[in-house]
């Protein structure tokens, strides 16, 4: 139990196999290379979960496991299949299909696709010891393009990776294609991912150069029977770096004839090629407006080059200007909001989750709701570059579904992010959600065990939005730990936890980006001289002798407009605004009375507090399942707790040193003092934590 096989173990369920089919059925003489990968992973696990695979049929009877899709039907012109054409491309349906001799159980997809995907479902209900008998499921994804993005450079090195090194071995491709890149696709067909970014959004035009093409053509090609398609990350300049063109401009008719050429190159290679990412004019990237244009004609100019082939362009809003604005966070809402309707049908705009930059907790982006006429994609970080990164345990399935229902009132009460991305309110045709990957080259794939999850509840919730954070967490837990009820509790139960034990022992109460510079590992809530103020954790928190926060009130940066009321109106007053985000919205005075009657001194030493006892509940949680989980990962997840425990407590004490430093204040009665004094907590360096120099 190393971890390698993710969900997929398919081992028998604590409860038993609930059905097995006595054959499998499929209707196809010639069946597609999906309907084959499907066929194989059937017998994989049915192997695997009861010794033997299943042998083929040739027509449906009692018992049997029927596969039809609308492009492979041939066997089943006869039979009353129920009608999948209005569940779109991807959707599927598992019923029960009356036969001559008895009921057998049909998955029916309108694709391909469609049916791989109601494969998947069967086998996952199957594991977890359901019996398929008799169900009636009507399955289809909210969003079209659910896609991961990786962070990884050519050289292998993975921006904000965690896992070990990228994936791709670019040096030994097209030639050598490693088992991994299978298993990787099988594991997210599993779960709904349809597409993938092979490359860092800080993009290396080399990838635009032939030999590169054909090693992402390899790719593609391991990709494509699990219905996933490549996207890659094109580098504004690329035109000037790769062939010697005086300017990047996008109304440049030169720049505008090599991407024309360029995309022409990528799909003679490559006829199902997804698209361009794209970070242009943020953080140093080149991109448009060093040319004096919008983000819309830079993105436009790709979507044209694009269009004749089906491509789409997803150009990042993660952006902040050369100049230092007065509130970061207001930054795409103002460059963006202008451009609404301004963008081509296949250009969607792709926007993180919150207004900063993924961190344990920020209010949703106003850029959601505010394009009426722009298709947005939401990013995600499934990788934690903010939560400890792989040896913290922080389910995020629970962050991504706050954003996700969190109200935007923008069509009224109910505008739900999720129904802003799905396009349920806006009708805009083009729907995606993006998640930044933690996968790499470690053996579980992800760095930690745990981290498996997020992988995998990003693919559950891109599939639906409105899925449930903790029913995900169940499935996973069951899948991966394959354990009784009680031990998968167990396991739940710490996951809903775990989230908000890392907010509270790192930023709670609306603090936020407190992180040591660069890395991002550990506390440095004192850092207040980077090149740009906006880089320091105390342009975040503000804090003085008499008051800590960022007020983002009419009476301060009036962030707060961005969003629409009443949100604004309740975020605007203090007594009205969640305790979750009170210091992100306000500046409030230390001794301020909070709603539980305490000071907000008090409050923040109970946070802090709290954060590092849940991380001591988690241990304890986690030791009950002595005997119940396998040895390996008891010990491996034991270890990684440890790390966490002490790296929380950590947290709270060099924050509170230096918060007291800040306010004079002491600790409230009977509050454990730091372990050591601030001096030691600031002559912590870290040069080679992950992460430093990116
Ligand atoms: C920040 C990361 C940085 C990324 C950037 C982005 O620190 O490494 O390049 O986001 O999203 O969170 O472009």
Redesign the pocket.
């Given at each position: 139990e190393d971890g390698y096989r993710l969900w997929l173990r398919y081992t028998a369920p604590a409860s038993g196999v609930a059905f097995t089919p006595s054959n499998i059925v499929t209707g196809c003489d010639d069946p597609s290379p999906t309907i084959r990968k499907s066929l194989d992973e059937l017998d994989i696990a049915f192997e695997s979960l009861t010794g033997s695979k299943l042998p083929r049929g040739e027509a449906p009877g009692q018992g049997a496991l029927v596969l039809a899709s609308a492009a492979c039907n041939d066997g089943f012109a006869q039979t009353d299949r129920p009608d999948v054409s209005g569940l779109g491309q991807d959707g599927y349906t598992i019923s029960t299909l009356a036969t001559g001799d008895g009921d057998a159980v049909l998955i029916a997809g309108q694709s391909d696709a469609g049916l791989m995907y109601g494969v998947f479902d069967l086998l996952m209900r199957t594991s977890r010891g359901e019996d398929v008998r008799g169900l009636s499921v009507e399955e289809a994804p909210s969003v079209d393009l659910r896609l991961l993005n990786h962070w990884d450079n050519l050289d292998r090195h993975v921006?904000?990776g965690y896992a070990g090194q990228s994936i791709w071995n670019w040096h030994l491709l097209p030639d050598f294609l490693d088992r991994r890149y299978e298993d990787y696709a099988r594991a997210n067909a599993s779960i709904g991912i349809n597409g993938v970014s092979l490359t860092n959004?800080?993009a290396d035009a080399t990838v635009l150069t032939p030999p590169y093409l054909e090693k992402v053509a390899a790719l593609a090609d391991v990709f494509r029977p699990y219905g996933i398609k490549v996207y890659l990350t094109a580098r504004f300049s690329a035109p000037m770096e790769l062939d010697g063109l005086p300017t990047a401009d996008p109304v440049n008719e030169d720049v505008q004839e090599w991407w024309q050429a360029k995309a022409d190159e990528i799909y003679a290679r490559i006829p199902d090629f997804g698209g361009f990412l794209v970070?242009a004019n943020?953080?140093g990237q080149p991109g448009p407006q060093d040319y004096g244009r919008s983000h819309a004609e830079g993105a436009n100019m790709l979507a044209d080059a694009l269009e004749p082939h089906g491509g789409v362009v997803m150009w990042r809003a993660?952006v902040y200007s050369a100049e230092e604005p007065e509130d970061r966070v207001k930054q795409a809402y103002t460059e963006f909001k202008p451009l609404d309707g301004a963008f081509r049908d296949n250009v969607i705009v792709q926007v993180k989750n919150g207004p900063l930059?993924?961190q344990p907790r920020e209010p949703f982006h106003p850029l959601f709701g505010a394009m009426e006429d722009t298709p947005l994609a939401l990013e995600l970080q499934v990788t934690k570059?903010y939560l400890g990164f792989s040896t913290h345990l922080a389910y995020l399935g629970t962050l991504w579904e706050e954003v996700l229902s969190a109200d935007t009132y923008v069509y009224g009460q109910g505008s739900t992010v999720a129904k802003v991305v799905d396009g349920a309110l806006t009708g805009e045709p083009l729907t995606a959600i993006a998640g930044v990957s933690n996968i790499g080259s470690d053996r579980n794939w992800t760095g930690s065990h745990f981290d498996q999850a997020n992988w995998y509840a990003f693919g559950r919730l891109a599939w639906n939005p409105e899925a449930s954070a903790e029913r995900i967490a169940r499935d996973w837990a069951a899948l991966t730990f394959s354990t009784g009820p009680e031990a998968r509790d167990v396991i739940v139960d710490m996951m809903m936890a775990s989230r908000e034990a890392v907010v509270n022992y790192m930023t709670p109460l609306g603090l936020t980006h407190l992180m040591g510079t660069g890395h991002h590992y550990g506390p440095a809530p004192w850092v207040d001289d980077l090149g740009r103020a906006d880089w320091t954790p105390y342009y975040y928190h503000r804090a003085t002798k008499d008051a800590i926060g960022f007020d983002r009130t009419q009476t301060g940066s009036n962030a707060i407009a961005q969003y629409a009321e009443p949100l604004r109106e309740n975020w605007s007053d203090i007594a009205t605004t969640p305790d979750e985000l009170l210091l992100w919205f306000h500046r409030v005075p230390w001794d301020h009375e909070m709603k539980s009657g305490r000071t907000l001194w008090e409050a923040l030493v109970d946070h802090y507090d709290r954060g590092v006892s849940q991380v001591g509940e988690l241990k304890v949680h986690w030791q009950s399942l002595e005997g119940a989980i396998d040895r390996e990962r008891l010990r491996e997840v034991s270890a990684y707790l440890d790390i966490q425990a002490k790296e929380a407590r950590w947290w709270r004490d060099a924050s509170l040193a230096y918060w007291m430093s800040v306010n004079g204040l002491d600790l409230p009665a009977g509050t454990e003092p730091p372990a050591h004094d601030l001096g030691y907590y600031k002559a912590l360096e870290f040069p080679n934590a992950p992460g430093q120099g990116?």
């Open positions: 921006e904000r959004v800080n970070k943020s953080e993660f930059d993924f570059e990116e």
